[in-house]
């Protein structure tokens, strides 16, 4: 079977118990996750082989964080132990119109102050064949830039396929830094993930007016903007994106689009309310890689990467805890509409 690897910062997750917020809290449910480790997890729970690569501290907070995605079936064996810390960040959950909020607390984290020079290439991509990490990690600093630059460059010529979701994290990097860094990797990318704005902040690409609540009525201009990243980029043979309404916290459209040989391919719309909303981009990667590992038609493809993500809508937590069968049932029995 086919072997993917991971690689990103995990995070202690804390957030507020009993709906509260932050500034009112005294208690914090704690959870572990990170982009690449929820996709990790996704598809261990999938079936597939999937192994994660991430630096943890050597205390019992970086094993618990290991454990987490072991636990699920990840081959956690490449993890890279020392340094001072695990990072941290604080999820304060919205409710009707208040947006739910992220407070980041990584500086000085194992992850964050890891070197380059730490990840032999030659060692950690033996025998693998998709590489996937995010845009979260490059935007951590120049070292998680130059060690992702290595192992795109070093996939692209022993024919890994390369898999990147573009994630902007504005509380990260500014458009202008993540514009400069993708111009470096994207001849190396076979499959890009955008979403949003993804589009315009991290490829320069105008796909989006930035109106939440209407994303789905510009499916015109999504289709326009993932065709231009084929154009610039002829090595991106796979472009796909979730294309959303959001009306507020609780309740939203969901549907997704998948560009393949010049073709655009809708997946079904499916009116959600949210339980929770975090790492349901995570979820869509995950169902997309499972699908091209297993050669799905296209259709077929999009139909079970969306599906995937709205099942992360209704489950708390960064990790998607669904199997292979429960996303085939959700495709089979979807209360959604279809387009």
Known sequence: MPTVLTLGEMMLRLKPTNQQRILQTSAFAADYGGAEANVAASLALLGDQVQYLTKLPENSLGHTARNTIRGLGVDTQKILWGGPRLGIYFFEKGASVRNTNVVYDRAGSSFATMKADEFDWPVLLNDINYFYFSGITPAIGSEQQAAVFAACQYC??????????MNFREKMWSPEAAQAFFKTVMPFIDVCIANDEDFEATLGIKAFDGNMATGIDQLADFKEGMLEVTRRWP????????VR?????????????????????????????IFEGVAAGDAFGAGLIHSLIHHFEPQQTINYAISASVLKLTIGGDLNLVTNAEVEASMKTNSGVNR
């Open 156 to 165: 692209s010529d022993h024919n890994i396929t390369v898999i990147c979701d």
């Open 235 to 242: 090595n991106v043979h796979t472009v796909a994106s979730v």
């Open 245 to 273: 309404n959001i009306h507020s916290v609780e309740e939203s459209q969901w549907t997704a689009l998948l560009i393949q040989n010049d073709k655009v391919y809708q997946g079904p719309t499916f009116d959600m309310h």
